[in-house]
């Protein structure tokens, strides 16, 4: 199916950024699929002012939305969409086990769950943080505490693997997805950083 192109508006919501997509676009791509407990949609792929990007397009309030959460409200952008051909989850290996045996083979690592996900800390602080498609976020992730400087290197360099997270993005932490194919020596060198860091920050 060929990428559909349009201009939108970023609008702010309560959780989540997005731009309202025209309702012809959504209505070839059929029935809404599900995404994660309780919600509908459809899992995209495509171009943000010429820069590749992966998201969710969900229905809200009789509309549809393309959540982009990097973007800044107000600001308008231009669109290339197209669906993705998704694996059935029942096809797709949890990850959550090898990102725990990663996270608690290093020294002083805990595990506790917050904000209804696992997290991994040291010392009471979280260096790891794993993520089941949050918000609609289309992929499983883990959020990493990174040192200053690594998240822009680590997007502009390779987007298919990491992306900025929500909340803790700012703060210079990376998301590393779980599913798109980055191997797990990779994972554990920067789980092994963020603990690293983490470990030696001092307490305020």
């Known amino acids: 199916m060929a990428a559909k192109?349009?201009?939108?508006?970023?609008?702010?919501?309560?959780?989540?950024?997005?731009i309202e997509v025209p309702p012809a676009i959504v209505e070839a791509w059929g029935d809404a699929k599900p995404l994660r407990a309780g919600r509908r949609g459809y899992e995209v792929r495509g171009?943000?002012?010429g820069e590749p990007f992966e998201s969710v397009v969900v229905p809200r309030s009789r509309k549809f939305w393309l959540i982009v959460n990097d973007i800044g409200a107000g600001e308008e952008?231009?669109?290339?969409?197209d669906v993705k051909k998704t694996t059935p989850p029942s096809e797709v290996a949890d990850p959550l086990p090898q990102l725990r045996a990663i996270c608690l083979a290093l020294p002083d690592a805990t595990e506790k769950l917050?904000?209804?996900a696992?997290?991994?800390r040291v010392k009471g602080r979280v260096f790891a943080m794993y993520a089941n498609h949050h918000h609609g976020d289309p992929h499983v992730s883990v959020w990493l505490n990174a040192e200053q400087g690594v998240q822009a290197t680590l997007i502009a360099s390779d987007p298919t693997h990491f992306?900025?997270?929500p909340y803790v993005g700012p703060g210079g932490w990376i998301g590393i997805r779980l599913d798109t194919g980055l191997d797990w020596k990779t994972v554990a060198l920067f789980v092994a950083e963020a603990h690293r860091i983490?470990?030696?920050k001092k307490k305020r």
């Open 114 to 116: 917050a904000w209804n």
């Open 5 to 18: 192109r349009f201009r939108g508006t970023v609008i702010d919501g309560h959780k989540e950024s997005a």
């Open 163 to 165: 992306f900025r997270p």
């Open 118 to 120: 696992p997290t991994f």
């Open 47 to 49: 171009k943000l002012n």
């Open 77 to 81: 952008v231009q669109v290339s969409l």
């Open 198 to 200: 983490t470990a030696l």
